[in-house]
Nanobody, 119 residues
């Protein structure tokens, strides 16, 4: 039983920045990693960023690399997604996830938070 609470979504103009937060509570001892995914209207869910809980290694797809940064606060079981140089194509519902297995098919998910980038 893991609960994820997201915050920070909203409306921002292209070129601007936004910071998302995701706090995990409950039985977090089995977490391997936390991360962010997004889903734009009419499109499949897309991997955005992940951070391994054990060693802090981070991973990004080319679409956000250099613009987005995932970080963690170990004491609070919280991850952040700093999004800079936002583009209209970044508009999506962003979901926080806490992975407890070796793949993201074994994960808890947040409700999602809307990020809208206007051009």
């Amino acid at each position: 039983q893991v609960q994820l609470v997201e915050s920070g979504g909203g409306l921002v103009q292209a070129g601007g920045s936004l910071r998302l937060s995701c706090a995990a509570s409950g039985r977090t001892f089995s977490n391997y990693a936390m991360g962010w995914f997004r889903q734009a209207p009419g499109k499949e869910r897309e991997f955005v960023a992940t951070i391994n809980w054990s060693d802090g290694n981070t991973y990004y797809p080319d679409s956000v690399k250099g613009r987005f940064t995932i970080s963690r606060d170990n004491a609070k079981n919280t991850v952040y997604l700093q999004m800079n140089s936002l583009k209209a194509e970044d508009t999506a519902v962003y979901y926080c996830a806490a992975r407890y297995g070796t793949t993201w098919n074994r994960a808890y998910w947040g409700q999602g938070t809307q990020v809208t980038v206007s051009s």
